[in-house]
């Protein structure tokens, strides 16, 4: 069975990597688009609409990865994963609360990225699989109500849409499908990002915090999605 | 941190100790003086007092026994000296007494000696126990008669005031030296306030909060202190921020090519089967060294990274079975390699999960490659520790060498070529585990072979 070709955009300045990262996606069966800087990946970005998956490099020219990424996450929410030369833990905090969903410090192996890819992915896939789950209301408020529907692959509040990124809207059906009881950052990332136990735990923090800016009417006092200090997380449908 | 070495009274008991010797040095000497001046005046006083007495005594005596003629017994009864007061008078080569149990033999030989040869004089002397002034004066104008008066005049009653004015004295003295104390214990805490919070400062430093400063001072005895401190710790956190930039540029700098490598050596793995016999030799050695490349890199800046205290991530109670079970799966082993003793089951350690992993992993690594394969992973309980053992199915390793083989690059020779080590894994374990306040050793195994010993502390459990 063929199915289409995932697109990639692939946002790094380094020459050589990039066209060496190209070799490698197009051998595992991505179609790849290039952009040497941020400007340009902006501006492919709005001629030719949004591709599948973005890998973005946070050292580029003028304009830098996360104000890169910042950018992106305006208009789309597709899954982006960081590529970074500084596994510094003051960058990779700062691309993920930028918006980046994963990050994969080099030299990796082209296993790594595509692996990462893959699980980003993953939903589109297994919501077409699976039946859809009935719609869950996540706050009851007569009149503003937060409903996630699975099937649909959004968010409600009221009559708005809650606009969330595959990763938190995978984050949030997470927690959602185990409402009530604590997940552990171990599980959330296994679940969600396809990492286990010696996964980087801030990834699930800094969603989290992402994931409440949007959900909860206080962010500092969340409600809905709360934590449980030493354990993990926990999601409390509001009656 | 607190040694074996005995521990002194520290600065505040310094110094309310030098408050207490100070009040009690300056209550001694004051105690002293008042009393020696007090005693001298009183004594002169109670001195001048008697002779008075015994002046008048002896004009009264004389002008008695020139009208009363010879019976001077009869006369000195008729006189009426002060309580306690005696009176004795030698008549011719008589002693007469007014005090029956009074007599020649009570007086000390040196008063009877002068007045037989007839000096006056006032000595202090002690009587059947008592301690009296004794006067001695001539009787003068009478004819031809040698007649002398001696007497006695008690002063028990100067001896109990003086006595009294000891003990308050003495009580006094413990009284202020005891306030002295109290007042230099007082003012040690306020005046070494400061200090504490220095030392607080400085703990949350060494602790790794590099944004804490002193708080500013204007005063003049501590302003020094508080801008050497706070510059001290300004350039700390310099090198520190230094030396963070250096590795990411060090990092950034290596790893960018070695990923065009990486990536570009795997799309010719792929591809391996288009390539010449030849060719494809060559590159299995590439891939060979790229990959010990990568991991030496990874190790070094590890290495670097630890020992500059930039951490990763940020310490966490972590369950030390979860983590090893973990570590053994992750990294490709049979599980059952790793045996967990009752006592250790559940114990906790605050650790950098990913450090840790990493270091486990070294040993393991270590035992595969240079002891003759991995034999089993233990975890067991020592007290307020836990200990991790790692043995080995190899010869072990010789006494002289179990130190050196924890340094950097300290190999076996030989092992270039043949093993794919970097040389500074046992280097990174060790310095990992320190970080965690623990110890790390090699030994015998008791079965053969080499055993490696983590012991690391575990968490304060709240």
């Not at chain 1, 296993?111 to 869950?136: D, F, G, H, M, S």
């Not at chain 1, 209301?137 to 109500?145: G, K």
């Not at chain 2, 320190?434 to 195994?445: A, I, L, S």
């Amino acid at each position: 069975m063929r199915h289409v070709a995932a697109k990639v955009l692939i946002v790094e300045d380094d020459d050589r990597i990039r066209a060496a990262l190209r070799l490698a996606l197009e051998d595992e069966g991505y179609e790849v688009t290039e952009a040497a800087d941020a400007e340009t990946a902006l501006a492919g970005l709005r001629r030719h609409g949004a591709p599948d998956l973005m890998i973005v490099d946070l050292m580029l020219g003028e304009m830098d990865g996360f104000t890169c990424i910042r950018q992106v996450r305006y208009e789309h929410d597709l899954p982006i994963i960081v590529v970074s030369a500084r596994d510094d833990t003051h960058d990779v905090v700062a691309a993920l609360e930028a918006g980046a969903d994963d990050y994969v410090t080099k030299p990796f192996e082209i296993k790594e990225i595509t692996a990462r890819l893959r699980a980003l992915r993953r939903r589109a896939r297994a919501a077409v699989v699976t039946e859809p789950p009935p719609e869950v209301v996540l706050d009851a408020d007569p009149d503003a109500p937060l409903v996630l529907s699975p099937g649909s692959g959004t968010v409600r509040r009221g009559d708005d849409q809650v606009h969330l990124t595959l990763t938190e809207f995978r984050l949030l059906c997470e927690l959602a499908t185990e409402a009530g009881l604590v997940l552990s950052r171990s599980s959330l990332l296994e679940k969600v990002w396809d990492r286990g136990f010696f996964g980087d735990e801030r990834i699930v923090d800094v969603h989290i915090r992402r994931l409440r800016t949007k959900i909860e009417k206080d962010p500092a006092d969340p409600r809905i999605v709360v934590t449980v200090r030493g354990l993990g997380y926990r999601l409390d449908a509001q009656r | 941190m607190p040694s074996a070495r005995r521990v002194g009274p520290g600065l505040r008991g310094r110094v309310m100790l030098t408050f207490a010797f100070g009040a009690a040095l300056v209550s001694l000497a004051l105690a002293i003086s008042v009393f020696t001046v007090s005693r001298g005046y009183l004594v002169d006083q109670r001195e001048r007092s008697a002779e008075r007495q015994a002046g008048a005594d002896a004009d009264l005596l004389r002008s008695r026994l020139d009208t009363a003629g010879t019976y001077p017994a009869r006369v000195l009864a008729t006189l009426d000296p002060p309580v306690d007061t005696v009176l004795l008078l030698r008549w011719q080569e008589d002693w007469l007494t007014s005090e029956p149990g009074v007599g020649l033999d009570d007086l000390p030989g040196e008063l009877v000696e002068a007045v037989e040869s007839g000096t006056e004089t006032t000595v202090s002397v002690t009587v059947r126990g008592d301690p009296y002034f004794a006067v001695a004066l001539p009787l003068a104008g009478l004819d031809d008669q040698d007649a002398w008066l001696v007497e006695l005049a008690p002063v028990r009653e100067l001896q109990s005031t003086l006595r009294v004015l000891g003990i308050v004295l003495v009580s006094c003295g413990v009284v202020a030296t005891l306030a002295a104390a109290a007042v230099g214990l007082w003012a040690s805490r306020r005046v070494l306030r400061p200090l504490d919070t220095l030392a607080g400062t400085a703990a949350q430093i060494a602790g790794g909060d590099l944004v804490t400063r002193l708080p500013e001072s204007h005063d003049r005895d501590l302003i020094t202190l508080v801008v050497s401190f706070n510059t001290m710790v300004d350039s700390l956190q310099r090198r520190i921020d230094r030396e963070r930039r250096f590795f990411a540029d060090v990092s950034h700098e290596l790893r960018s090519p070695l990923t065009t490598l990486v990536t570009s050596v795997e799309v010719m793995r792929r591809h391996g089967g288009d390539l010449p016999e030849r060719s494809r030799l060559a590159l299995g050695l590439v891939t060979g060294e790229l990959d010990h490349l990568c991991r030496l890199l990874d190790d070094l800046l590890a290495l670097a990274r630890t020992e500059a205290g930039i951490e990763q991530d940020s310490p966490q109670p972590i369950g030390l079975r979860e983590l090893l079970t973990h570590t053994v799966a992750n990294s490709g082993r049979d599980p059952d390699l790793l045996t967990v003793a009752d006592g250790a089951a559940d114990s906790v350690i605050s650790g950098r999960k990913l450090a840790l992993e990493r270091a486990f992993v070294n040993l393991m690594d270590n035992a595969d490659r240079h002891g003759g394969g991995l034999a089993a992973v233990t975890v067991r309980d020592a007290g307020s520790a836990v200990e991790v053992l790692v043995d080995d199915a190899g010869s072990g390793v010789p006494p002289e060498d179990r130190e050196r083989i924890f340094e950097r690059f300290a190999t076996r020779p030989g092992a270039r070529g043949s093993a794919t080590g970097t040389g500074l894994g046992l280097a990174l374990v060790r310095e990992t585990v320190v970080q965690h306040g623990g110890t790390v050793e090699c030994v015998d195994r008791p079965a053969g072979g080499a055993r490696f010993v983590v012991r690391l502390p575990l968490a304060d459990l709240p």
